[in-house]
């Protein structure tokens, strides 16, 4: 799942390095340098990915690969 999250957030990254180096403690916005706009691209990506709705609460919490893997498992779960 980590490589299919990475193949969303590729197109938005502008920290090549960090990309590479991408784990579960990988920040998007701190590391990948992801902008606020360009984050909610990769959402909207990952909803569409996944097929899933993300509501506010858990857009706000997915900081972080492992954020955003915990979320998206919560949410194909529910489904």
């Known amino acids: 799942m980590i490589s299919e ?3 969303i957030v590729k197109p938005y990254i ?3 390095e960090a990309y590479n180096n991408l784990d579960e ?3 998007f916005i701190n590391d990948l ?3 606020s706009a360009n ?3 990769v959402i909207l990506d990952i909803e569409d990915t996944y097929d ?3 509501d506010n ?3 706000d919490k997915m900081l972080n690969v492992k954020a955003a ?3 998206i498992n919560t949410k194909i779960s529910e489904k």
Request: zero cysteines; charged letters at 40%; hydrophobic letters at 40%.
């Open 25 to 27: 403690n990988t920040d």
């Open 52 to 54: 899933i709705e993300l």
């Open 39 to 41: 984050l909610v691209d």
């Open 69 to 71: 893997l915990e979320v």
């Open 57 to 59: 609460e858990s857009m």
């Open 14 to 16: 502008q920290d090549e």
């Open 33 to 35: 340098k992801i902008n």
């Open 5 to 7: 999250l990475k193949s």
